[in-house]
C-alpha cells in the first residue's frame, strides 16, 4: 500500500531520513516511534510528499508520487488523509465548515457535500456539535472533526501524528477506538507516529523503531485476524508445545 525505496530527506546540511526503505501493507495500522527528532514526523510527511524526497521514491496505492506533479498529484493525495497532534482546524469556521473544506476543492454537488459531511460527523460521533466552533469542543471533539474532514474524501491512508499527544488518558483511549473503526470498518490503512510506548502498542500490528534517520528494526505487535487466522493452527501446537520438538508421527 505504502512503499518508501531508499528515500533521503536533508535539511540544510541536516540528514533527517537516510536511504529508508518502507513497506506498509493494506489493512494495517502500522506504528512509528523513537527518540524525539529522530524523523518521525519527516518520514510521515513523506509519504503524502509534505516534504519532497531529495533521493528515492515514494509509492502509495500502486501510484509512484516521486513522478508525479500538479493535478495528479493533487488527484492522488486525495486518496491519503491526515491528522496532527495540534488538529489543525480552521478557528473562524464551524465544525460542519471545516469538515466541508476538503470537499469544496473538489466541486462536488452541494447536496451531495451535505450528505458526506454528516456522515463523516455521524461516523466520529459528532453530528449534533455541526454548527459549533473549534473553540468551543474539548480537544478530544476537536481531534474527531480533525479525523471527520480527514475522512471526507474517502482516503485509503490515513496519516497520524502523535493524533493523542495533547489529550487525557480517557479521551486517547476514546480516540485510538474510533481510529480501530476507520481501519476495521472502512479498511483504511493507517500509520501513525507516537512517542507513547502505550498508545503504539495498543493499536498497532506492526512497529517501525527510527533512530537518527534510519529504519532501525519493524516489530510485529499484532498479527492482522486474517493472519491469525491463517496461522490458527500453529497457534494451537505452539500452546501444546510450549516451544518443545513435537512428535509429528
Ligand atoms: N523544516 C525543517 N527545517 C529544518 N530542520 C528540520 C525541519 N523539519 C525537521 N527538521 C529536523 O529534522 C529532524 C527530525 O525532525 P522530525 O520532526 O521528523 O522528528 P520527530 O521524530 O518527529 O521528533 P518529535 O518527537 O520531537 O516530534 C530534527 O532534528 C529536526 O530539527
Ligand atoms: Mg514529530
Known sequence: MIKLNRVSKRFAQFQAIKELSLEINSGEIHGIIGASGAGKSTLLRLMNLLEIPDEGEVEVNAQILTKMSGKKLREARKSIGMIFQHFNLISNKTVYDNVAVSLELTRSPKEEQKKRVLECLSFVGLAELKDKYPAQLSGGQKQRVAIARALANKPQVLLCDEPTSSLDSNTTADLLKVLEDINQHLGVTIVIVSHEMEVIKSICNRV??????????????????????????????DQLTEGEEIDNA
Not at 510485529?220 to 486474517?226: F, I
Open 208 to 237: 517501525t523503531v527510527l533512530e537518527n534517520g534510519s529504519l532501525y528494526q519493524t516489530v510485529t505487535t499484532k498479527p492482522k485476524g486474517v493472519q491469525m487466522k491463517e496461522n490458527r493452527a500453529q497457534y494451537f501446537v
